[in-house]
């Protein structure tokens, strides 16, 4: 079964992969991961809820990848002490924000994933959140680099230290409450009309 789930995000993967145009990355790729999943009942194979990993929050709390089920989500991979594109990437946010303004929080959450965890603890995400003055919307989280690299993979977000910051691929996804992927735009600043168009669909 296993398997079968790998191979079928993988499939997904490359799906969105060619869908995109050329990306503004500025890393090389990152060795592979083996992603460890299980299948649930409640959510398709095509879901990043099947991923096992653990994750903790900025209120330094436990959380598995399928306690984000049951709303849609804009997940997007930072890291807090970025000081040129996390912050672009924020600013993207906020103007898909503006936009969905008539949604409410409880049906359309941000998991911002930092790829950072030796930085950014819970304190670090928490004085983030409020420094940049994020909505009840967002969620920061963080793993171990085995965990972080494993959901990048199927994110199909890039990213490598360099020194004290990272390069890194600069993509939002969007997952529908099953947490499937329905949609991702890559690049900085770009137009968020089809990202908006693609969250509307989602009936929230």
């Not at 994750?55 to 900025?58: A, L, N």
């Not at 972080?148 to 959901?151: A, G, P, Q």
């Given at each position: 079964m296993k398997t079968n789930i790998i191979t079928c995000l993988t499939i997904l993967l490359v799906?969105?992969?060619c869908s995109k145009k050329n990306s503004s990355s500025c890393c090389s790729k990152s060795e592979g991961a083996d992603a460890e999943v299980?299948?649930?009942?409640?959510?398709s194979e095509l879901s990043l809820y099947n991923l096992e990993s653990e994750?903790?929050?900025?209120d330094d709390q436990i959380l598995h990848l399928e306690d984000l089920k049951g709303k849609a989500q804009i997940m997007v991979m930072i890291y807090t002490k970025c000081a040129y594109a996390c912050p672009r990437l924020i600013a993207d946010l906020k103007r898909v924000?503006?936009?969905?303004q008539d949604i409410s929080s409880s049906d359309l959450g941000i998991v911002l994933v930092s790829m950072d965890p030796e930085n950014d603890t819970p304190a670090q995400m928490t004085e983030y959140s409020k420094?940049?003055?994020l909505s009840d919307r967002y969620m920061l989280i963080t793993s171990t680099e085995h965990n972080?690299?494993?959901?990048s993979h199927l994110l199909n977000v890039k990213f490598k230290k360099e020194g004290d910051d990272y390069?890194?691929?600069?993509i939002l996804t969007l997952l529908d409450a099953q947490g499937?992927?329905?949609f991702q735009q890559e690049g900085l600043g770009e137009d968020i009309t089809k990202l908006v168009s693609h969250i509307r669909k989602l009936s929230l």
């Open positions: 799906f969105f992969s299980s299948f649930s009942e409640d959510i994750w903790v929050t900025q924000e503006e936009e969905i420094r940049n003055k972080i690299l494993e959901l390069a890194h691929s600069n499937e992927i329905v």
